[in-house]
């Protein structure tokens, strides 16, 4: 089986900062896709910055400058640095993996999901 745990979210005021991290665990024998979306309040959830082939990641155009994506290959983690938070950053995060088992399935996980909370 695989597991997703994420975590890093909370309340911070506008201007501020946090990181993400989502640990992958299990039966893996590759990781394809690695990344977070989000979804805000009566908003339908949206692609956040993703690892899809590669090295560089994709970033939606309202985090370009202000989030980085980056990953521990040999922990299967990604992270999610978030600086120059806004109030409209306020969202439910996920993070989503595409990967082989070892047994040879293509599996599609999501996490759990962590709040953050932009706010003075």
């Known amino acids: 089986q695989v597991q997703l745990v994420e975590s890093g979210g909370g309340l911070v005021q506008p201007g501020g900062s946090l990181r993400l991290s989502c640990a992958t665990s299990g039966s893996i024998r590759s990781i394809g896709v690695m990344g977070w979306y989000r979804q805000a309040p009566g908003k339908e959830r949206e692609l956040v910055a993703s690892?899809?082939?590669?090295?560089?990641?994709n970033y939606a155009d309202s985090v370009k400058g202000r989030f980085t994506l980056s990953r521990d290959n040999a922990k299967n983690t990604v992270y999610l640095q978030m600086n120059s938070l806004k109030p409209e950053d306020t969202a439910v995060y996920y993070c989503k993996v595409l990967l082989w088992t070892t047994d040879f399935r293509y599996l599609e996980r999501w996490g759990q999901g962590t709040l953050v909370t932009v706010s003075s």
């Open positions: 690892f899809t082939s590669g090295d560089s990641p």
